[in-house]
């Protein structure tokens, strides 16, 4: 059974539009990540939650919002997309904050 | 802050010849973590290695890497390259002991290619 769920796992989107992507893990880990990656770069850190907190932010722009209901799930929430945003984003979790990092599957991302 | 410093971007090498990836870091904290991950084309990054104390080292699946404090290092090590290593390699740091914020800062990766 997979134990980071991450949904949809592709998702197509036009310019202007607004989407949530789903991540939820049973790992029973009190921190959760999310990770971006464009064509051709390297893994880019976005946000950290501890225990349902944001604990690091190092997205500029605020049309990114994670969004936590429970201990377990950690959702992304983009507005206004744009072209650029295109990519793969990757939701990640761990026992606790700067221990060793599982990730999920990933969600592609593409915006027309 | 922390950082992390994979110097080669890209290794082509013979299926058969040693691998030997860099990663040095920079941190204030004096008891780090290191980490290497995987990520293979399609797959999400996995973790391949994590270090130990001081000068020893760790292996798994072929692959060894040793914490040197001394040169602020953990490079990743295989004697012999398989086609199947062909992946992105991701070194990463961990201020673990910070308990203010720590987390993961991600070296900017090496991209093996392994030919026949």
């Known amino acids: 059974d997979p134990k980071i769920i991450q949904k949809p796992k592709y998702l197509v989107a036009v310019t202007g539009s607004e989407k949530i992507l789903i991540c939820e893990q049973y790992l029973g880990h009190n921190a959760m990540y999310w990770y971006r990656q464009s064509a051709k770069k390297p893994l880019e850190f976005m946000f950290s939650?501890?225990?349902?907190?944001?604990?690091d932010n190092q997205t500029a722009s605020s049309r990114f919002q994670p969004q936590s209901s429970k201990k377990n799930h950690l959702d992304l929430q983009i507005t206004a997309l744009k072209p650029d945003d295109s990519a793969t984003y990757f939701c990640?979790?761990?026992?606790?904050?700067?221990?060793?990092?599982?990730f999920g599957p990933g969600t592609r991302l593409t915006v027309l | 802050g922390d950082s992390v410093t994979q110097t080669e971007g890209l290794v082509t090498l013979t299926e058969g010849l040693p691998v030997m990836l860099n990663c040095t870091y920079q941190?204030?904290?004096?008891?780090?973590?290191l980490f290497w991950y995987v990520h293979y084309l399609n797959e999400s990054p996995r973790l391949l290695l994590k270090s130990s104390t001081d000068n020893k080292r760790t292996e798994h699946q072929g692959f060894h890497a040793t914490l040197h404090k001394s040169s602020s290092s953990f490079h990743l090590q295989k004697s012999s390259a398989q086609l199947s290593d062909s992946a992105l390699y991701y070194c990463?740091?961990?201020?673990?002991?910070?308990?203010?914020?720590?987390?993961?800062?991600f070296g900017g990766g090496t991209r093996l290619t392994v030919r026949p």
């Open positions: 939650y501890s225990y349902q907190k944001l604990m």
């Open positions: 990640a979790s761990s026992q606790d904050l700067g221990y060793e990092q599982y």
């Open positions: 990463a740091l961990s201020d673990r002991g910070n308990n203010a914020g720590a987390k993961l800062t």
């Open positions: 941190t204030i904290y004096s008891n780090p973590f």
